[in-house]
């Protein structure tokens, strides 16, 4: 009996619920109210702005374009994150990089979201959230002209190398689809049709609306006519896990600028972007100079802090203590023994997983610093050690103490060995700096990456950057090669004064 009322009750309740919704007084269910606030929502309404994730090298999705002179990332990916982010009531940050290095952002929580073209995959869904597909796209292949005709199936391609952007789904597709064929496998868009156009690669896998672009813009490639069983792939927008709120929000866009006509017109706007033609330095030129710019600053940090550190380090290896010592060893062998580009992401990723939040720059200037320290400091002491024994041994018996010996007698003979080892030092460090762009930092190399992805000029923007680099690397070796007759000059004196 008791049990017969309280189901009444409860479908008396359900009941009146769905009246009072039906009629539009409860517009919103018991989920979509529960799902109001999130952890992840409310921090970014708190921040008043949402950082999106994007690899810029992606045209008619997400590319760049100089407009008015100031170069901009545009596209309808950014159209559409521009929306998500008016309709949660915050400003947008774009933060551009690798596509293979998108994931670890967005799960370091140095990226609010991802809209980057990224299908979600089972093996993503397994590591993000993914919004509602905002479009459906083929997979087309990308072949050089006068090719066409020679690859109808995917067959074809045995013992072709076919080129596709990493970690893709058309890495996948490739490997599954076109058995027979090399898989090679590359950072950027643009490094692949480079290859294409170079000979390296035969043919290059891209998403539809991609290959159209390039095909459009350069005559010297075709598309070929190619069936994939595994052929259309979705492009929605990635998220953190646990975050139904601000998914919610997201898919709610999505549904608004598809049925309001919208997202077409933003798709329109990116293909007249794409094919406006423009004088290249024109548009071009203001990002070698900015790319210029970073990657000095970055070369002049590295110099500087790498300097004070490895004079450290150098010194801590001459410590009579055993665990100083042992310090400045491991660190220097770490440094030395391990890849640049491993030590950026470490620093880039790790502080975030410690709960700093640093910068993409500041991440590389760490990193070059850390770096060039080890270096530096084995310069240091190798030039101690070249100054024969013999001179430490006549200062001290003429009375200097060890400390004075080694800066009257030692230093100034060991300066003429360290002084050319550093210059190479520093030459290095100015051309490894662009490992950075991995990261995003808008140094010579990632702005070169840029201008090839928007101009659809693969080659030209290299031959420029190499130039820069050169003439860079030659400035700084003349200025060494002043200093160091300075030196010598400098010292010569010395020798007629004593
Ligand atoms: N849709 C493909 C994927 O998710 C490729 C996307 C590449 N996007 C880009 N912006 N480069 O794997």
Redesign the pocket.
Known sequence: MKNNKKHFLIWALLCLTMLISSIGILPSTTTQAAAKTDAQLTAIKKRGYMVLG?????PP??FHKTINGEDKVVGFDIDLARQVAKDIGVELRIKELG?NSLMGSLKTGKVDMIV????P?PERRKEVAFSDSYLTVAQKVIVRKGEENKYRSVMDFKGQSVGV?K????ETTAKEEMSGAKVVSLEK?TDLILNLQQKKLSAVVV?APVADAYVQTNKALALANIKFTNAN?D?AIALPKGSPAYLASVNKTIKKVKSNGQFKEWRKTANEQMFTEQNFWQAYGSYFVKGTGITIVLTIIGVLFGSLLGTLLALMKRAHSKIIKAIATVYIQYFRGTPLLVQVFMIYFGTQVIGINVSAFVSAAIALSLNSGAYVSEVIRSGIQSVAKGQTEAARSLGLSSKKAMRLVVLPQAIKTILPALGNEFISLLKESAIVSVIGVGELMFQTTVVQGSSFKPFLPLVITSLIYFVLTLILSLLLRYFEKKMKVGKAKNEVFD
């Open positions: 994007v690899s810029a090298d992606y999705y997400e596509f980057s073209a990224m299908t995959t952007q970690q893709t789904t058309q868009v998403e792939y492009c």
